[in-house]
C-alpha cells in the first residue's frame, strides 16, 4: 500500500481479532516511529511494547477513553521526554507507526493523552518522562469500509496565499 493510500484508508480500529501481531510486523511498526523526524533531531521519545495480556488489560483499566487496549493483540506505550517539541515530535512518531501499522493490515488507534501516571509504575517508566499516549495493535475484528470518512470538503479548509481565497481555481 502506498502512503496516500495508508493516509485515504485508515480508520480507527477499537475491536480487534484475538489473534498475535507477527513480531516482524511490531518490529516495523516501531521502526517506523523510531525512523520519523523530530525537531533538531532530539528523538524525545520512548516506545514500550506491551505484548503481556495481564499487562493490556490493566493499561486497558487505565485510559477512560480506551478500555479496548484490553483487547488488543499488542499495544505501544508513548513516553516523552520534557522538551519544547517532545508532544509534536511523538505525534508525527504515533501517525507513523498507525499508518505502518495498516500498511500491514493491523488496526490501531490513539488511546489517551497525558493523564496516564499509573502507566508509570505499571511499566517501570521513569518519572521524568511523561506518558503521551497508548496505540494498541491489532487486527480488526470486523470489515471495516477503508476510506469511507466524514470529511470537511476541501473548499472549506484549503486556501491559497491568504486565508479565504480558494485553494482551487472555480
Given at each position: 500500500m502506498d502512503v496516500f493510500e495508508a493516509v485515504r484508508t485508515v480508520l480507527a480500529v477499537r475491536d480487534y481479532e484475538d489473534r498475535p501481531v507477527p513480531e516482524d510486523v511490531i518490529r516495523k511498526v516501531v521502526e517506523a516511529g523510531r525512523l520519523t523526524g523530530s525537531s533538531m533531531n532530539l528523538q524525545p521519545w520512548h516506545f514500550i511494547v506491551?505484548?503481556?495480556?495481564e499487562m493490556l488489560q490493566q493499561l486497558g483499566g487505565i485510559v477512560e477513553t480506551g478500555p479496548y487496549v484490553a483487547q488488543a493483540a499488542a499495544a505501544i506505550v508513548v513516553a516523552i521526554d520534557e522538551s519544547r517539541f517532545a508532544v509534536s515530535d511523538a505525534s508525527r512518531a504515533i501517525q507513523s507507526m498507525i499508518?505502518?501499522?495498516?500498511?500491514?493490515?493491523?488496526?490501531?488507534?490513539?488511546?489517551?493523552?497525558?493523564?496516564?501516571?499509573?502507566?508509570?509504575?505499571l511499566l517501570s517508566i521513569p518519572e521524568a518522562l511523561d506518558v503521551l499516549a497508548i496505540v494498541p495493535l491489532g487486527y480488526p475484528s470486523r470489515e471495516i469500509g477503508a476510506g469511507i470518512k466524514d470529511r470537511k470538503p476541501r473548499?472549506?479548509?484549503?486556501?491559497?496565499?491568504?486565508f479565504g481565497q480558494p485553494f482551487e481555481s472555480q
Amino acid at each position: 500500500m502506498d502512503v496516500f493510500e495508508a493516509v485515504r484508508t485508515v480508520l480507527a480500529v477499537r475491536d480487534y481479532e484475538d489473534r498475535p501481531v507477527p513480531e516482524d510486523v511490531i518490529r516495523k511498526v516501531v521502526e517506523a516511529g523510531r525512523l520519523t523526524g523530530s525537531s533538531m533531531n532530539l528523538q524525545p521519545w520512548h516506545f514500550i511494547v506491551v505484548e503481556d495480556r495481564e499487562m493490556l488489560q490493566q493499561l486497558g483499566g487505565i485510559v477512560e477513553t480506551g478500555p479496548y487496549v484490553a483487547q488488543a493483540a499488542a499495544a505501544i506505550v508513548v513516553a516523552i521526554d520534557e522538551s519544547r517539541f517532545a508532544v509534536s515530535d511523538a505525534s508525527r512518531a504515533i501517525q507513523s507507526m498507525i499508518l505502518t501499522a495498516w500498511a500491514e493490515g493491523v488496526g490501531s488507534n490513539w488511546v489517551g493523552f497525558f493523564g496516564m501516571e499509573e502507566a508509570h509504575e505499571l511499566l517501570s517508566i521513569p518519572e521524568a518522562l511523561d506518558v503521551l499516549a497508548i496505540v494498541p495493535l491489532g487486527y480488526p475484528s470486523r470489515e471495516i469500509g477503508a476510506g469511507i470518512k466524514d470529511r470537511k470538503p476541501r473548499s472549506e479548509i484549503a486556501h491559497r496565499e491568504q486565508f479565504g481565497q480558494p485553494f482551487e481555481s472555480q
